[in-house]
């Protein structure tokens, strides 16, 4: 009786888990050059934009007139790393919802950082809608952008996170991200507040910056292929736990 129950519960927790996939953020390839999608256009610009303005830099602004602010602020990087003019090698990982509002996003670009010489692929602009955190969003576009680096031949990747953003940082290491010495410093856009709002000044921040070794690329479809049949090997094992007297084998 024991086993069958255990059986059963695992069973449950398999539902509940592919239940949760079936209602979870739709993910889509939107990206420059490499790819047929084009996230230069503005149908995908400009929401992205528009959310790294909401809720990448606190403290977030308050107004509609201070996200608009923020937004004019950003544009123009955004447009160097992802514009149709931009000569980076780029990519964007875009989360639509079911209705096709983006709810989350994360950007890749090969370019040069202070801390390395040469050029680098880093993860540039995670953002995630409030109401879609939690649910392992965050973590599957920055896997993305990691897949994408490696099929460029990268076998390192850096990212930098604002020092004292706890989440963001704890984030990166359960990721396999190892912060790097020295700190950073960094001007950064700041929303205006009070009589200030609709204003953005740019505000030195101390940065960390973070590292992670790639896989090669034949290693990641290696690691695919192993996990699938591991997964083939606890589906036969949940149907003994749940079948205990039947020798009734899955082919």
Known sequence: FGSRLRGL????????????????????WAGCRMLQGDCTRPSILVPATNLCARVLFEPLPETPLAVQAMQDAMSP?????????SELQNSLAVALDHDGSLVGMSGVVVDAISITPGKVARIAYVAVEPNARRCGLASHLVS?????????????????????????????????????DPEVTAMLPCAGRGREDGQVHMASRELIYMKKQLRPRCMSVLYRCLCMAQGRRIAKWMFRLCNPSTTKKIS
């Open 77 to 85: 990087r955004m447009q160097t790393i992802f514009g149709i003019e």
């Open 144 to 180: 993305k952008c990691e897949e994408r680096a490696a099929l460029w031949g990268h076998r390192e990747i850096y990212l930098f996170v604002i020092k004292g953003n706890t989440p963001a940082f704890s984030l990166y290491r359960k990721l396999g991200y190892e912060p790097l």
């Open 9 to 28: 519960t695992l069973v449950r927790l398999w539902l509940s888990w592919n239940m949760w996939e079936s209602s979870a953020p739709r993910l889509t």
